[in-house]
């Protein structure tokens, strides 16, 4: 026997080895635990993903069918389950909007105005491009900026449409949308200047078509000329853009009433009058023209 040599040495050899062997098979195990985990996990995501797809399909003709509450209910779970699915958002806060019923003063209502918006501004975090959210936010606003009467949220409202305007420049409708804010906005305070005055005047009344008195007109025309003509402006954009837009016509015809009580020769008022008279006209030959155009079938 080799005096020198350690008799532990060999089993300590033999020791190292089975630990080293041990330990390799307990990092094989754990990493396919892991591996494994992962698998479950990505099947689970992918069973999530195909929930919430078919959820969606049934909340799309829960919604055609005017179930609304139903339809609300499946966009909420297909949403839970897969927060990327931007459609079932979407849905979700057309549904709430679908519900939601002007100037009903219940405080059910407002919040389902407020449930419309806030979806839709969920769509925008993750999407902030787009346009059916940020034409959705600009309605729901607009519907609840009448009653009560809230000419912030009229403001609120044409910022979404000028949005979609920035993002895409050909699309007549939100010019169509700005120019109906304009003149709700100027008719309001045309009206309320009028009535005030009479309040004051109460023999010398003013009807709705007569001018506006100098002192009447000048504040109508700093507190409401920039509306009046950006919305004329607008509305003249939507019609370009869409030859046959009755409604901008229609629109564009009364703010051309509103422009009349701004100006001061009796000449230019009627100048504007004659402008809003022919726009009625145009409409109406537009309505005759599409009604006796044949039905398509389908």
Known sequence: MNPSADPLGPHLTGMDDSMTYASSVRIARHSFSLAMLAVVVAAGSGCNKLKARDLLNKGVASFKNGQYDVA???FKEAKDLDPSLLNARLYLATAYASQYIPGAPS????????AAISEFKGVLEKDPNNLSAIDGIGSILFQ?????????KFQESKTYHQKHIDLKPTDPEPYYWIGVIDWTLAFRGNAEMRTDYNKEHINKQIKESDPLPVAV?????????QLVDEGIASLQKAIQLRPDYDDAMAYLNLLYRRKADMVESPQ???????QADDLVEKVKEIKQKRADQPQQTS
Do not use: H, I
Request: charged letters at 30%; glycine letters at 8%; proline letters at 6%.
């Open 107 to 114: 405080e059910e209502n407002v919040q389902r105005g407020n």
């Open 268 to 274: 230019e008022r009627a100048s504007y009058q004659k």
């Open 72 to 74: 609300v209910e499946d």
């Open 217 to 225: 007109r000048t504040q109508f025309v700093d507190k409401y000329g």
């Open 144 to 152: 609840m900026s009448g009653q009560p009467f809230n000419p912030q």
